[in-house]
């Protein structure tokens, strides 16, 4: 089968820096996406790694180790707006792209 | 707003009725998505459009939902018989076809309930 696993929820204060993991077993690889979902949103795409290492994007940063088929969002700086669902998504080696479940994120004062 | 629309934004029907959402991508994006989303889960991949060929189906997928990208533009997923188990919100996405491009840009969402 194919799967994803990141946590449920993680909450950290403003000002903080948090760190999102996602594994994943599926049957090809492509790439590692991250996007954001606001409640009653749509989502919206932070980053893709194709290949292994640290890729910036201003306070968002995604990394991707495809040896650990392991990947992580690292947000720091953290603010109130990103209180959200954040989720990893594999391009597999077909058209498909799967998600994980999610993680829901809250940002404390 | 990312210039993905989708229509209607609601839809609320009976058991066993047909649906039809509609999918206007971005114009230059060649590469099309269906995806449904339930409540605290990531979005679920139902199929895959490039220009106007259907390339990828969810083996989840019934017979019951049937896609479609005819001029390869607009796209419309219908759904036969509905379930209550139906009843989700039903994303579209589109993105370029540049390879090690990756990113998908979503629509609003129609959001189905089945009574």
């Known amino acids: 089968g194919q799967s994803l696993e990141q946590p449920s929820e993680v909450t950290a204060v403003e000002g903080a820096i948090v760190q999102i993991n996602c594994t994943y077993q599926?049957?090809?690889?492509?790439?590692l996406s991250w996007y954001q979902q606001h409640d009653g949103g749509a989502p919206t795409f932070l980053s893709y790694n194709a290949l292994d290492g640290l890729e910036e994007t201003g306070r968002f940063s995604s990394f991707l180790s495809r040896s650990d088929s392991y990947g992580y969002l690292l947000l720091q700086e953290l603010q109130m707006k990103d209180s959200a669902s954040y989720f990893c998504?594999?391009?597999?080696?077909?058209?498909?792209?799967?998600f994980g479940a999610g993680t829901r994120l809250f940002v404390k004062a | 707003d990312t210039g993905v629309s989708q229509d209607p934004r609601h839809k609320i029907t009976k058991r066993g009725q047909n649906v039809t959402f509609r999918c206007d991508p971005i114009?230059?994006?060649?590469?099309l998505y269906w995806y449904r989303q339930t409540l605290g889960q990531g979005p679920e991949f139902l199929t895959y459009?490039?220009?106007?060929?259907?390339?990828?189906k969810s083996r989840l997928l019934s017979d019951r939902f049937s896609a479609e990208r005819p001029k390869g533009s607009f796209s419309t997923l219908e759904i036969q018989r509905t379930e209550q188990g139906d009843s989700a919100m039903y994303l579209c996405?589109?993105?370029?076809?540049?390879?090690?491009?990756?990113?998908?840009?979503f629509g609003p969402g129609t959001r189905l309930t089945v009574l």
């Open positions: 998504a594999v391009s597999t080696g077909g058209f498909k792209t799967i």
């Open positions: 459009f490039q220009n106007e060929a259907q390339l990828e």
């Open positions: 114009s230059e994006h060649n590469r």
């Open positions: 599926t049957s090809g690889f492509y790439g």
């Open positions: 996405a589109s993105r370029e076809g540049l390879a090690g491009y990756n990113e998908q840009f």
